[in-house]
T-cell receptor, first 113, second 115 residues
Framework: ETGVTQSPTHLIKTRGQQVTLRCSSQ?????VSWYQQALGQGPQFIFQ???????GRGNFPPRFSGLQFPNYSSELNVNALELDDSALYLC????????????FGQGTRLTVV | AQKITQTQPGMFVQEKEAVTLDCTYD???????LFWYKQPSSGEMIFLIY??????QNATEGRYSLNFQKARKSANLVISASQLGDSAMYFC????????????FGPGTRLSVLP
């Protein structure tokens, strides 16, 4: 186990709704990144938070937003859900921003119907 | 442009044999890191091995080794003595130093170990 926990593990939402996914990072890790993994593909970077500030963003629309809290846990919010948002959402925590390994959680599988 | 290429969508290997999973990458950054992750059906990405662009020696971690050929921009994963539990998706990923610290992942290779 990596010490990174995500909740919930599975979620079903209706198109147009909003969803919040949560990630508890490994103890001492100050950087959290979120990835979207569509079925049969590699994960795609959504955004990263370092010490509560957004520190990089991938090619995702503004309806994907996030937060990082003082304890370095994080939330991913998605508004106006679309069917294509159905995916596995992975959270990764790491210490610092230089080339260090990242530890991933088990993911939240979101289904939009 | 695709930055990580994994040309083998699926691979089969007999238990106890060695297998090589291919990965090529593209970057103009002189400083970067290359990673391999294993993803079982449960979904969690499990870190296997890391190679820094300035590392002189190929990385090894137990049964995993990374065959790093910098001039060819190649970072193949070698798994020795395959086990049934090695059956999973394997992703090659890169982190560049100048463009945030996010990973760029390849499309993955599904490895199936046969008894």
């Amino acid at each position: 186990e990596t010490g990174v926990t995500q909740s919930p593990t599975h979620l079903i939402k209706t198109r147009g709704q909003q969803v919040t996914l949560r990630c508890s990072s490994q103890s001492g890790h100050n950087t959290v990144s979120w990835y979207q993994q569509a079925l049969g593909q590699g994960p795609q970077f959504i955004f990263q938070y370092y010490r509560e500030e957004e520190n990089g963003r991938g090619n995702f629309p503004p309806r994907f937003s996030g937060l990082q809290f003082p304890n370095y846990s994080s939330e991913l919010n998605v508004n106006a859900l679309e069917l294509d948002d159905s995916a596995l959402y992975l959270c990764a925590s790491s210490l610092g921003r230089v080339n260090t390994e990242a530890f991933f959680g088990q993911g939240t599988r979101l289904t939009v119907v | 442009a695709q930055k990580i290429t994994q040309t083998q969508p699926g691979m089969f290997v007999q238990e106890k044999e060695a297998v090589t999973l291919d990965c090529t990458y593209d970057t103009s950054d002189p400083s970067y890191g290359l990673f391999w992750y294993k993803q079982p059906s449960s979904g969690e990405m499990i870190f296997l091995i890391y190679q820094g662009s300035y590392d002189q020696q190929n990385a090894t971690e137990g049964r995993y080794s990374l065959n790093f050929q910098k001039a060819r921009k190649s970072a193949n994963l070698v798994i020795s003595a395959s086990q049934l539990g090695d059956s999973a998706m394997y992703f090659c990923a890169m982190r560049e130093s100048d463009y945030g610290q996010n990973f760029v992942f390849g499309p993955g290779t599904r490895l199936s170990v046969l008894p």
